[in-house]
């Protein structure tokens, strides 16, 4: 029932920036708890940060002052800020969406930093 979508993602430089962005279809979108992930070859998925029905935002080590995690609940769309890059960030990025007990995923888009 839920359709997810990942946007946004590219090739940058170290430095520079980009905002991935999550579309979720459903109507009690505001509620839900979105997260986001990533994954490098060879490596596990790797929990990035989230945010809740309440606008409360959590990150992992790796991304605290770094990313920003927004939602937009009139457009059914969560964003992932990302300044700063590093080549360590390099990895497929998803969205999870958590709705009535499921996860519902995105197809994750590539993200790609240079060094």
């Known amino acids: 029932q839920v359709q997810v979508e990942e946007s946004g993602g590219g090739l940058v430089q170290g430095g520079e920036s980009l905002r991935l962005s999550c579309k979720a279809s459903g109507s009690s979108f505001s509620t839900n708890v979105v997260a986001w992930y990533r994954q490098a070859p060879g490596k596990q998925r790797e929990w990035v940060g989230q945010?809740?029905?309440?606008?409360?935002?959590y990150y992992a080590n790796s991304a605290k002052g770094r990313f920003t995690i927004s939602r937009d609940n009139a457009k059914s769309t969560v964003y992932l800020q990302m300044n700063s890059l590093k080549p360590e960030d390099t990895a497929v990025y998803y969205c999870?969406?958590?709705?009535?007990?499921?996860?519902?995923w995105g197809q994750g888009t590539q993200v790609t930093v240079s060094s």
């Open positions: 945010i809740n029905g309440g606008g409360s935002t």
């Open positions: 999870q969406v958590q709705y009535w007990g499921q996860d519902y």
